[in-house]
């Protein structure tokens, strides 16, 4: 889904920079319930910034920060050197955000779910619209899908047109979350070789956030670790892997130990 306020960038000729991402001392609170503790990193442009960490950690109430959708109890989040809270930031940066089930409208063919944003924010004439819906088909190699609806299309198919029509708006920062989540692990590399692919072709800075192992040390540049809302590291694959913090071992080489099983026999 892109959140831009358009026309972002009203010169198509002119290559886009690549954007930066700082999260200063972000602080979140659900009432009683402190979900992100003092979160700081930086994210360079053009980077694949991959945020793991076990379920339930923060990652997703992080990425909202990102594109705006939750509002900070402290800290922020600047996106070259704009807020991101702000709605005026649309105006300056366009963001493409991949939600984790794809939201996408059943209703709608694919077609229609790519060039419902840009008809909704009159982005050009239907022709002009159609060019652009049909190169982020492309770029997905999606064509043939164009006329199809989301409930014909498999898992990974669904993913892939959610990426798509993030893509429409050109965008200079994209955000997904869980992108090869209930995927099998043929789709899973085939769609952490499109965010690799994406950012070399593009340029585009991307945060990834995952529990994925996998794609996290396959794609990223570098790789933030959230447990329980504090970020615990910040490096590359390799200093990750090299790490002797015995949370990040733990993380990385999950033990089964069938002599202390988390499911205890019941008493009886
Ligand atoms: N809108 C909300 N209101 C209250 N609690 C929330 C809300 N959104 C998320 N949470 C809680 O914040 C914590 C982190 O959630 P989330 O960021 O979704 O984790 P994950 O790392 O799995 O993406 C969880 O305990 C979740 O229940
Ligand atoms: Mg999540």
Request: include cysteine.
């Amino acid at each position: 889904m892109p959140f831009c306020s358009p026309p972002a960038h009203p010169d198509a000729s002119q290559e886009v920079p690549a954007v930066g991402v700082k999260v200063e001392n972000l602080v979140k609170n659900f009432g009683s319930l402190s979900v992100l503790k003092n979160v700081s990193f930086e994210v360079k442009p053009g980077e694949i910034f991959v945020l793991m960490g076990p379920s339930g950690s923060g990652k997703s109430v992080l990425l909202r920060h990102v594109v705006g959708l939750e509002r900070a109890t402290s800290g922020r989040v600047m996106i070259e050197g704009h807020d991101a809270a702000v709605e005026e930031t649309r105006q300056h940066v366009c963001i493409g955000l991949v939600f984790q089930a794809g939201a996408l409208f059943n209703s709608l063919s694919v077609y229609d779910n790519l060039a419902l944003y840009l008809r909704e924010h009159r982005v050009g004439s239907e022709a002009e619209i159609k060019t652009k819906v049909l190169h982020a088909l492309k770029i997905l190699s999606l064509e043939n899908t164009a006329k199809k609806f989301p409930s014909d299309l498999s898992g990974g198919m669904k993913k892939r047109v959610a990426i798509a029509r993030s893509l429409v708006m050109e965008p200079q920062l994209l955000l997904y979350d869980e992108p090869t989540s209930e995927l099998d692990p043929v789709m899973a590399a085939t769609i952490s070789e499109i965010i690799a692919s994406l950012r070399d072709q593009y340029r585009v800075t991307s945060i990834v956030v995952s529990h994925d192992r996998d794609l996290a040390l396959n794609i990223a540049d570098r790789i933030g670790l959230l447990m329980n809302g504090e970020l615990i590291m910040v490096g590359t694959p390799a200093e990750l892997k090299a790490s002797q913090d015995p949370r990040i071992v733990d993380f990385l080489h999950p033990k089964f130990d069938l002599h202390n099983p988390r499911f205890k026999k019941l008493e009886t």
